[in-house]
């Protein structure tokens, strides 16, 4: 009698599967659970203050450049069109605060002007934002 021998393949090897489905549980729960934080989209160096209260996040965030460009949510606007756009954010909630995220070198009449189109649109809160000391 003989036997023929046949050599075994290696069909062995690591199981990835598990180790994907934990990846993707993890990618799912760090997506659901993250918070996603608003900017004005221009990047500001923010005058220091001792006074620094956190405020709602559903606020309004007007940015002002060091050249004295206006922004609202990563667009820019024209100080003309600012009481407009702020009344029509007003209308859809009307206790919304407004923050003014100014640059630590921006114009001082430029902030004053945003201030006053802040006020010709009834905005009830306004603050300037700052850095804590």
Request: aromatic share 4%.
């Amino acid at each position: 009698m003989s036997f023929i021998r046949r050599k075994r393949r290696n069909t062995g090897g690591i199981d990835i599967s598990p180790m994907m489905d934990m990846t993707f549980i993890l990618l799912i729960f760090f997506i659901v659970t993250s918070t996603f934080t608003r900017e004005t989209g221009i990047d500001v160096s923010k005058p220091k203050a001792s006074s620094v209260k956190e405020l709602s996040k559903e606020s309004i965030l007007i940015g002002i450049t060091r050249q004295g460009t206006i922004h609202i949510n990563e667009t820019q606007v024209n100080l003309s069109s600012l009481q407009t756009i702020l009344r029509q954010m007003m209308n859809e909630a009307p206790d919304r605060p407004v923050i003014i995220v100014s640059d630590r070198d921006a114009p001082s009449g430029k902030i004053v002007d945003v201030l006053d189109e802040c006020n010709l649109a009834h905005v009830r809160k306004v603050s300037i934002s700052a850095a804590k000391e």
